[in-house]
């Protein structure tokens, strides 16, 4: 049995919750939908039949309800990898980790997570409107170097084909390949275009934008857009994907990301108004989910 975690290593609030997510495991569901804007969370609690928790802190708006007979929990995580950092793991201990005793519980409990994100596209043929999930994700944002993990939990031939193909400069941090669930992709399969998703650790540089600093990696989005694996080319660009795959993985849980596409690199398109779009995303994944 581990030994008791430490108040400044796991750390909760005054009223014994996880610090950030602020739940415990009775008020988690082992279904998760990750959002990153906290707005968002609003679209579940409008579709929600019932709600039985809620809670906000900072960017986190955390909702366990049901639908149609299943029980769910909608968390908004804010942006980027180091967020996703904070927000898997404190829900991989809200579901294994006896918050009162500190200590490991004996039988492991496997979340469901699902992100419904945003992207951009970085192929003309997948236009701004479309849906695409990650069968495979790829960090450019180094978390999982943080990590122990054993290399077969990860893919590290794919890793070793996109290092040769990309050939990164040696002061950028190694990136990494993860496959996601096949159960949770095949739920989606009719609706969406199956791809590789790159996650970045930041919107301009790391995702090849120029402003008024140049991108130390040049032609990045064309690099990217021309690796393929396993019959797979890089659909999209987005800044969670490979942390949510890669701590899952890791910590014994099934993820997905589905994306609505809102900006076309190639083509150099955005769409500005898509809530309606996002809401009618957010009710085809809770109904291929409940069922």
Same mark, same amino acid.
């Given at each position: 049995?581990?030994?008791? #975690?430490?108040?400044?290593? #796991?750390?909760?609030?005054?009223?014994?919750?996880?610090?950030? $997510?602020?739940?415990?495991?009775?008020? #988690?569901?082992?279904?998760?939908?990750?959002?990153?804007?906290?707005?968002?969370?609003?679209?579940?609690?409008?579709?929600?039949?019932?709600?039985?928790?809620?809670?906000?802190?900072?960017?986190?708006?955390?909702?366990?309800?049901?639908?149609?007979?299943?029980?769910?929990?909608?968390?908004?995580?804010?942006?980027?990898?180091?967020?996703?950092?904070?927000?898997?793991?404190? @829900? %991989?201990?809200?579901?294994?980790?006896? @918050?009162?005793?500190?200590?490991?519980?004996?039988?492991?409990?496997?979340?469901?997570?699902?992100?419904?994100?945003?992207? &951009?596209?970085?192929?003309?043929?997948?236009?701004?409107?479309?849906?695409?999930?990650?069968?495979?994700? +790829?960090?450019?944002?180094?978390?999982?170097?943080?990590?122990?993990?054993?290399?077969?939990?990860?893919?590290?031939?794919?890793?070793?084909?996109?290092?040769?193909?990309?050939?990164?400069?040696?002061? @950028?941090?190694?990136?990494?390949?993860?496959?996601?669930?096949?159960?949770?992709? =095949?739920?989606? =399969?009719?609706?969406?275009?199956? &791809?590789?998703?790159?996650?970045?650790?930041?919107?301009?540089?790391?995702?090849?934008?120029?402003?008024?600093?140049?991108?130390?990696?040049?032609?990045?989005?064309?690099?990217? =857009?021309?690796?393929?694996?396993?019959? #797979?080319?890089?659909?999209?660009?987005?800044?969670?994907?490979?942390?949510?795959?890669?701590?899952?993985?890791?910590?014994?849980?099934?993820?997905?990301?589905?994306?609505? $596409? +809102?900006?076309?690199?190639? %083509?150099?398109?955005?769409?500005?108004?898509?809530?309606?779009?996002?809401?009618?995303? +957010?009710?085809?994944?809770?109904?291929?989910?409940?069922?």
């Amino acid at each position: 049995m581990m030994n008791e #975690l430490k108040s400044s290593e #796991l750390v909760l609030n005054s009223s014994g919750k996880l610090y950030h $997510i602020n739940m415990t495991g009775d008020e #988690l569901a082992d279904e998760i939908f990750l959002v990153g804007d906290p707005e968002r969370v609003n679209m579940f609690k409008e579709l929600f039949d019932s709600v039985e928790y809620e809670s906000t802190n900072r960017e986190l708006h955390a909702l366990t309800g049901h639908y149609k007979g299943h029980r769910f929990t909608a968390l908004s995580t804010g942006m980027g990898c180091d967020n996703i950092d904070i927000v898997v793991s404190e @829900l %991989d201990a809200a579901a294994n980790i006896n @918050l009162k005793t500190r200590t490991a519980k004996a039988n492991h409990r496997t979340l469901n997570m699902i992100r419904i994100g945003t992207s &951009g596209s970085l192929h003309s043929d997948i236009p701004c409107g479309s849906l695409v999930a990650s069968a495979y994700a +790829i960090g450019l944002d180094g978390l999982l170097n943080y990590y122990e993990h054993d290399d077969s939990q990860l893919e590290e031939k794919m890793t070793q084909a996109f290092e040769k193909h990309i050939q990164f400069p040696a002061r @950028l941090a190694r990136p990494y390949c993860v496959k996601g669930s096949e159960e949770l992709l =095949a739920n989606v =399969a009719d609706i969406t275009v199956k &791809g590789i998703t790159a996650t970045a650790p930041g919107f301009y540089a790391p995702q090849g934008r120029h402003i008024r600093i140049a991108p130390s990696v040049k032609n990045l989005n064309e690099k990217l =857009a021309t690796f393929k694996w396993d019959g #797979l080319k890089v659909t999209n660009l987005e800044m969670e994907t490979s942390a949510i795959y890669g701590l899952g993985k890791i910590m014994g849980h099934n993820a997905l990301t589905v994306c609505l $596409i +809102i900006a076309n690199r190639a %083509d150099g398109t955005f769409l500005n108004e898509y809530h309606s779009q996002m809401r009618d995303t +957010i009710v085809k994944i809770m109904e291929r989910m409940a069922k």
